[in-house]
């Protein structure tokens, strides 16, 4: 196993902190907003309409291209947001989680007793999980879907009790990284620019 201290030590030149927020889309905020706090166990912690003019109108930065719809934002827990934005009912298609620049699927890091109570949460409310299944070594996870379609993914390291190490659960050394990355023909100096922060 790599050293994760070595990351550690490189965390105040990364670019990010993490995840501020994910912002999805949702055409009814009630069955959302239920499922997320109710089953999935996410405290809302802001409920609110897009002032008007960010929509349709010049102040819009990316938002929805509707009028005044309702913005919620959900606790994922480790200071970092969930949000949903809800579209006007019938406005848009279902969107298909393995299409190109889609999201197939969010994964929330849990500990042994939130994977326990979210899996009982689940076929309490009717909800049909997979799982657990063992995804990597020391890495065990459920897979189930929200109201919307959205495929989402608890992953718990069961011998990490209440302190996942969310990177320590993933990382390789720079030799593992390489196994993959020389199937991708791409030019050896490429490769090493992207394994740098590997231990060897």
């Known amino acids: 196993m790599p050293d994760t201290g070595s990351v550690a030590a490189a965390q105040s030149s990364l670019a990010t902190r993490g995840v501020h927020h994910l912002a999805l889309t949702t055409e009814d905020m009630q069955s959302t907003t239920d499922f997320y706090v109710n089953v999935v166990g996410m405290p809302l912690v802001h409920a609110m309409k897009v002032p008007p003019g960010v929509g349709t109108g010049p102040g819009n930065r990316g938002n929805p291209p509707y009028e005044e719809v309702r913005h919620y934002f959900f606790d994922m827990g480790n200071d970092s947001l969930l949000a949903f934005f809800e579209i006007p009912k019938g406005e848009k298609p279902q969107s298909d989680r393995d299409a190109i620049g889609g999201m197939q699927h969010c994964a929330f890091a849990v500990t042994p007793d939130q994977f326990e109570a979210l899996q009982a949460r689940l076929a309490d409310s009717g909800y049909d999980y997979d799982g657990p299944i063992d ?20 992953c718990c390291q069961p011998d990490a009790g209440d302190a996942p190490a969310v990177i320590g659960s993933v990382l390789q050394t720079k030799a593992e990284a390489r196994e993959e990355l020389d199937t991708t023909g791409a030019p050896e100096e490429w490769i090493e620019k992207v394994t740098v922060g590997l231990s060897p």
């Open 135 to 154: 995804i990597l070594p020391g890495l065990v996870s459920i897979y189930f879907y929200d109201p919307n379609g959205i495929r989402l993914e608890a």
